[in-house]
Nanobody
């Protein structure tokens, strides 16, 4: 049974940093890519960052240069380091596999506000 558990969100001032974590279980972690998505109130879920099983990364233009995705195969975990946060980064953040099993975690709320 695939499980994805996000953590690390919170309230941060503009310009601040947060590190999100995603603990994955129930499948062969090293064989799948991982992605971080976010969903702001009233908006569709959007792809933020992706990392392949080989470690190649890709980012949405809106976060390029500010966010860094990484993975630890030994811990079955993926991370999102978010720096220089802006109010428009406020959203619930989710991780998922690629390809997806159709399972989503509960997400973690990130609020950027002064």
């Amino acid at each position: 049974q695939v499980q994805l558990v996000e953590s690390g969100g919170g309230l941060v001032q503009p310009g601040g940093s947060l590190r999100l974590s995603c603990a994955a279980s129930g499948y062969i972690f090293s064989s799948y890519g991982m992605r971080w998505y976010r969903q702001a109130p009233g908006k569709q879920r959007e792809l933020v960052a992706a990392i392949t099983s080989a470690g190649s990364t890709n980012y949405a233009d809106s976060v390029k240069g500010r966010f860094t995705i990484s993975r630890d195969k030994g811990k079955n975990a993926v991370y999102l380091q978010m720096n220089s946060l802006k109010p428009e980064d406020t959203a619930v953040y989710y991780c998922n596999t690629y390809p997806s099993f159709g399972v989503w975690g509960q997400g973690t709320q990130v609020t950027v506000s002064s």
